[in-house]
């Protein structure tokens, strides 16, 4: 069986994880295995890490230059050819597109050049995350065609799937597949303070502003630091902020609205910004509590990698989360936004170490039992056949 894998960015973020441990066990399993995704233009750690994993593993990648995550007319014509005259030398027998732009301009080349078999994943949607009206509906209305240019949709949480099964002709297409994760190593704790930590993209949609508002009250009772892992795309403009603030040589990364709310809060000495860190997830070892603050999400590998790390978490109840977390029994939920609430349980969590300890054993537990790897590779693969 050739099986192609499509997304849309080549960075390592949750999709490109699920794409390059898909396709790494794909060939495992002998199948003629090759990835199309877009090339940053740029060539910093951890912009095109999906390209450089999968070349260690000798998979196949086909770049595309123009594609991106902007809105781009004139860029979106020329990738929609680039990915039909792939697919046509290709030939694939199954075409396993993930991302939106990717799942739309693959979903349309894919049905022109014949394809058998196209699937698609839906991580997330994007109108469910914070932006004016007149642009959600257009890209709900793109986000419906997808599926129906696609023989079945991937959703990767119920909340995904429900967001689109009342949309004509979509039902049948949707079938739920929760992401997996296998066990880990963790890296021995680098330190002995107490810490609150997290992974995530610095993008406004995961809501680390609303944390450190959270964290500007919290410091004031606690000695603690706050951890960040991660960047966002404006690191240039950020690094520029670095040094013109003094700072650069102290912080590795900084996040541009959120380091200057922690100057404003006079909170930076207590807060690190670690920047991209490859293999993140090894050093959760270093952290007491773990939030999610964010906005919208879809099933974000990071909380389960939380869990797996056996932390209390607090996150917001939004997209899949609330299908990890039960509130009071594995984790703590809080509603987006909601700042006041996540001081309050920062503050429970410090002051209560066996709640800590109980909350992050029955996480690994459940996570163990409802999201495991395999299960995610069997279910998958199903649909290939």
Known sequence: MKILYGITKSNFGGAQRYVYELADEAKNKGFDVSVLCGRAENDKTSDNLLIKKLGVQNIKVTPIDGLQRDISFTKEISSFFQILKIIKNERPDVFHINSSKMGALGAMAGRLAGIKNIIFTAHGWAFNEPRPLWQKIPIKFFAWLTILCTHKTISVSEKIKKDMERWPFTKNKLVVIHNGMSRFNLAQRENGSFTVGTIAELHRIKGLDILL??????????????????????????????????????????????????????????????????????????FDIFCMPSRSEGMPYALLEAGLAKLPVIASAVGGITEIIENGQNGILVEPEDAETIFSSLILLTEDKDLRERLGTNLKASIEEEFSFENMVRETFKLYN
């Open 213 to 286: 508002i959270a964290w500007n009250r919290f410091i004031k009772k606690h000695q603690a630091k706050l951890v960040i892992i991660g960047e966002g795309e404006e690191r240039k403009n950020l690094e520029n902020m670095a040094q013109k603030l003094g700072i650069s040589d102290s912080v590795i990364f900084k996040g541009s609205n959120l380091e200057n709310m922690a100057q404003k809060l006079g909170i930076s000495d207590s807060v690190i910004f670690k920047g991209f860190v490859d293999n993140a997830r090894s050093f959760l070892s270093n």
